[in-house]
């Protein structure tokens, strides 16, 4: 245990414990590199919490930056290692979304008009949020869902 | 909206590839290319939803008889493909379920695209009704595509019926399968 205590696993654990940072986390793992700003965006979060987020980060060696204000996964091979998994974990998410909306989609009545609004809304707050990796993985699933919904 | 000479080829290469692979006559439809911000004329919905606006590519609109291309897409054979099939197919949003509408012209776009030696970037989220379909496609091969190309919505549900075992499949959820 003391091994990977010095090889800094606990405090990667514990830095990742924290909600907040694993969502900063995940969003830069999926993206690559990204500003402050951005992440801002992407997450929700305010520019402390993320601040703080990518303070922790950068002090247990998960993230570095790059140029002014851009961060990306740092280059050692742990971080690394636990990018590619939130960046998984990320991806089988939206997976499960997507197919939740598209299914709902499926069955909805073509008279209720709450229903395929809600959903619409749904699809749309995805489409701002994880747009760019929705149509790298998933390619066309915005439109098609969308067409669904907006044919009914 | 305009017409343009890039979208125009690809459409006419798609049609001929589906008619090559297929073996079925294919009619011509409208074809316009068509800017982002034009989008929420034609399905106002998008006026509230800029994000979604960014990631279409094209669509048929069964009503106008028209494919609309999105302005950057015109060489997008795969989309101009997809478009192409539902432009001659029966089956449209208002009246078939997306699993078997989208399912069956995935079927058709992937089976075409690897006939003809190019590249399918698959639809991931369909994976279930790909398989299902595909199935479907290998045993009854003639009768899918009759099916799918039928003029008359009432035969196509009748052949999908009987190939598939399943009554009143329109009626059905996925899931339900």
């Given at each position: 245990m003391e091994i990977i205590?010095?090889?800094?696993?606990?405090?990667?654990?514990?830095?990742?414990?924290?909600?907040?940072?694993?969502?900063?986390?995940?969003?830069?793992?999926?993206?690559?590199?990204?500003?402050?700003?951005?992440?801002?965006k992407k997450t929700s979060?305010?520019?402390?919490?993320?601040?703080?987020?990518?303070?922790?980060?950068?002090?247990?060696?998960?993230?570095?930056?790059?140029?002014?204000?851009?961060?990306?996964?740092?280059?050692?091979?742990?971080?690394?290692?636990?990018?590619?998994?939130?960046?998984?974990?990320?991806?089988?998410?939206?997976?499960?979304?997507?197919?939740?909306?598209?299914?709902?989609?499926?069955?909805?009545?073509?008279?209720?008009?709450?229903?395929?609004?809600?959903?619409?809304?749904?699809?749309?707050?995805?489409?701002?949020?994880?747009?760019?990796?929705?149509?790298?993985?998933?390619?066309?699933?915005?439109?098609?869902?969308?067409?669904?919904?907006?044919?009914? | 909206?305009?017409?343009?000479?890039?979208?125009?080829?690809?459409?006419?290469?798609?049609?001929?590839?589906?008619?090559?692979?297929?073996?079925?006559?294919?009619?011509?439809?409208?074809?316009?290319?068509?800017?982002?911000?034009?989008?929420?004329?034609?399905?106002?919905?998008?006026?509230?939803?800029?994000?979604?606006?960014?990631?279409?590519?094209?669509?048929?609109?069964?009503?106008?008889?028209?494919?609309?291309?999105?302005?950057?897409?015109?060489?997008?054979?795969?989309?101009?493909?997809?478009?192409?099939?539902?432009?001659?197919?029966?089956?449209?949003?208002?009246?078939?379920?997306?699993?078997?509408?989208?399912?069956?012209?995935?079927?058709?776009?992937?089976?075409?695209?690897?006939?003809?030696?190019?590249?399918?970037?698959?639809?991931?989220?369909?994976?279930?009704?790909?398989?299902?379909?595909?199935?479907?496609?290998?045993?009854?091969?003639?009768?899918?595509?009759?099916?799918?190309?039928?003029?008359?919505?009432?035969?196509?549900?009748?052949?999908?019926?009987?190939?598939?075992?399943?009554?009143?499949?329109?009626?059905?959820?996925?899931?339900?399968?």
């Amino acid at each position: 245990m003391e091994i990977i205590k010095s090889a800094g696993v606990e405090d990667v654990l514990k830095t990742l414990g924290r909600p907040f940072v694993q969502k900063v986390f995940c969003v830069l793992a999926a993206f690559n590199k990204m500003s402050a700003r951005e992440l801002e965006k992407k997450t929700s979060l305010s520019a402390r919490t993320v601040y703080d987020a990518l303070t922790l980060l950068e002090r247990a060696g998960l993230i570095e930056r790059k140029e002014r204000g851009v961060y990306a996964v740092a280059s050692n091979r742990s971080a690394k290692l636990f990018g590619e998994a939130y960046h998984h974990l990320l991806v089988a998410g939206l997976a499960e979304e997507l197919t939740r909306i598209m299914r709902a989609a499926e069955s909805i009545e073509a008279d209720n008009e709450d229903e395929r609004r809600t959903l619409l809304d749904e699809l749309e707050t995805l489409a701002k949020d994880y747009g760019d990796i929705i149509e790298r993985e998933f390619p066309r699933a915005i439109q098609e869902i969308f067409l669904s919904l907006s044919g009914k | 909206m305009r017409i343009d000479s890039i979208a125009k080829k690809t459409y006419r290469e798609a049609l001929s590839a589906i008619r090559e692979v297929l073996g079925v006559q294919v009619q011509e439809c409208e074809l316009f290319i068509v800017e982002k911000r034009e989008l929420p004329q034609i399905k106002p919905s998008l006026g509230e939803r800029p994000h979604i606006m960014n990631f279409l590519r094209g669509f048929y609109e069964a009503e106008w008889n028209t494919i609309f291309v999105v302005s950057g897409y015109e060489d997008d054979f795969q989309t101009i493909l997809h478009e192409a099939l539902h432009s001659n197919s029966c089956l449209h949003p208002s009246n078939s379920p997306f699993w078997i509408r989208e399912g069956l012209t995935e079927t058709f776009t992937e089976h075409v695209l690897l006939r003809k030696g190019l590249s399918y970037s698959g639809n991931l989220l369909l994976k279930e009704e790909l398989n299902f379909w595909r199935g479907m496609f290998k045993k009854h091969r003639e009768k899918i595509i009759e099916a799918y190309f039928s003029k008359n919505l009432k035969k196509c549900y009748t052949i999908l019926a009987e190939v598939t075992g399943i009554s009143h499949l329109e009626k059905k959820a996925f899931t339900e399968i």
